[in-house]
């Protein structure tokens, strides 16, 4: 008995030492869309008025902390408002974008009041385009996103004076536009190197139960 409670001591002892590898992790941003290339600038001089964006797909969930619209590194001319909706065209959560906002990699950042934890699936971000010379991103020809998060389509409707709507008519992939983004929990972004250090590490726990059974 005293040798089997030594044997069970040292998976226990592995089971802790597992943990101290994966310690809790804080709520630092990581963006939803992390980089494009080649991207064309419409600089929206003419005031256009708009809702668009892209649609976005979900694998497991994802905590949506912040919802962001680009500024060119130059004040807004006016506010924008942006929010994420459901496949239905629910709105979820929305924010106001200001001069005031926080500035991350090109977007000014609002926080929800209440982050927006999102299951597998698809969902559409929007914003306004409503300002002169408040232009936006589009016809990046690459996209790169964060784990778990994949780009679908680019998303449009007529304004109605800058107010945020849900943006009814697809681009069939031709024009990706990019005008919002996201900022998610880092901790409903799996890391690919942690994810394979725990793989082997449970292996490696599997192996030493079947040791101690056989």
Do not use: C
């Amino acid at each position: 008995m005293k040798k089997e409670w030594t044997g069970y001591g040292g998976i226990l002892a592995l089971v802790v030492f597992l943990l101290a590898l994966f310690p809790a992790r804080g709520t630092a941003d990581t963006a939803g869309v992390q980089s494009f290339t080649n991207p064309i600038v419409w600089p929206n001089n003419d005031n256009e008025d708009f809702s668009l964006g892209f649609e976005f797909s979900v694998t497991g969930s994802a905590t949506v902390l912040d919802l962001g619209y680009n500024y060119f590194s130059v004040p807004l001319n006016e506010s924008h408002q942006v929010g994420i909706y459901d496949s239905t065209g629910t709105l979820l959560g929305s924010v106001t974008v200001t001069n005031s906002s926080t500035v991350d990699n090109g977007y000014l950042y609002t926080a929800l009041s209440t982050p927006l934890t999102l299951s597998a699936g698809d969902y559409w971000i929007a914003g306004t385009t409503l300002g002169l010379n408040d232009g936006w991103i589009y016809q990046a020809s690459n996209i790169v996103t964060a784990p778990g998060i994949s780009y679908v389509d680019s998303w449009f409707t007529n304004g109605n004076g800058g107010m945020l709507s849900f943006p009814t008519t697809d681009t069939g992939g031709a024009r990706q536009y990019l005008p919002v983004n996201f900022l998610l929990s880092s901790a409903s972004v799996p890391e690919p190197s942690s994810i394979m250090l725990m793989a082997t590490a449970v292996a490696g726990l599997a192996l030493l139960v079947r040791h101690r059974l056989a």
